[in-house]
């Protein structure tokens, strides 16, 4: 069974700095690109980055873009997003997803989600 | 800015029939840019209902089917239920590892 587990989530200060990791299991997490999506509270759905399966090619959306940085370890099989810089606009649930890309791209498996609190 | 725009809400009645569309911006929607659709419910993370336009995702009952329609895609229930009430979105692939989700739909059964 695919699982996807997030954490790391919580109450951070603007300007501060968070790290959320998403760990995989019941799949080869090395053969998949992996994503961010965000939910600001009552608001909808944004991506926010992908990884390549290696790590070797990222995407961002551009309001994270120099303040986010999305990696991945297959050897611990999880999924990690650096967030610096941050923001009150960054406060959101944060749900790591996996992205199929074989001729059918789409998000097939989501986490539960964690979440991100930027507030004095 | 590529903006992809839904249906702020809808309101079906049960056994009804619904369609919820989803825009580009910029153009027409197509097979090209693999639209999808996810349902989320209050406190639950998205649910893929239908990928690739048209394929509904494993365990998905068949009263919900995808489209292009026009130069939209489109989410169509068919006899409603009560359970179907929730939150719709669409995402868009843009290419080069970008995608842009729509602002949802908020659908209500009554």
């Known amino acids: 069974e695919v699982q996807l587990v997030e954490s790391g989530g919580g109450l951070v200060q603007p300007g501060g700095s968070l790290r959320l990791s998403c760990a995989a299991s019941?799949?080869?997490?090395?053969?998949?690109?992996m994503t961010w999506v965000r939910q600001a509270p009552g608001k909808g759905l944004e991506w926010v980055a992908n990884?390549?399966?290696?790590?070797?090619?990222?995407f961002y959306v551009d309001s994270v873009k120099g303040r986010f940085t999305i990696s991945r370890d297959n050897v611990k099989n999880s999924l990690y997003l650096q967030m610096n810089s941050l923001r009150a606009e960054d406060t959101a649930v944060y749900y790591c997803a996996r992205w199929y890309r074989d001729g059918h791209n789409h998000f097939d498996y989501w986490g539960q989600g964690t979440l991100v609190t930027v507030s004095s | 800015q590529t903006v992809v725009t839904q249906e702020p809400s809808f309101s079906v009645s049960p056994g009804g029939t619904v369609t919820l569309t989803c825009a580009l911006s910029s153009g027409s929607v197509s097979t090209g840019y693999f639209p999808s659709w996810y349902q989320q419910t209050p406190g639950q993370p998205p649910r893929t209902l239908v990928y690739s336009t048209n394929i509904r995702s494993s365990g998905v009952p068949d009263r919900f089917s995808g489209s292009i329609l026009g130069n939209k895609a489109a989410l169509t229930i068919t006899g409603a239920q009560a359970n179907d009430e929730a939150n719709y979105y669409c995402v868009l692939y843009m290419g080069k590892g970008i995608w842009v989700f729509g602002g949802g739909t908020k659908l209500t059964v009554l």
């Open positions: 990884v390549r399966e290696d790590g070797g090619e990222k």
């Open positions: 019941g799949f080869t997490f090395s053969g998949y690109w």
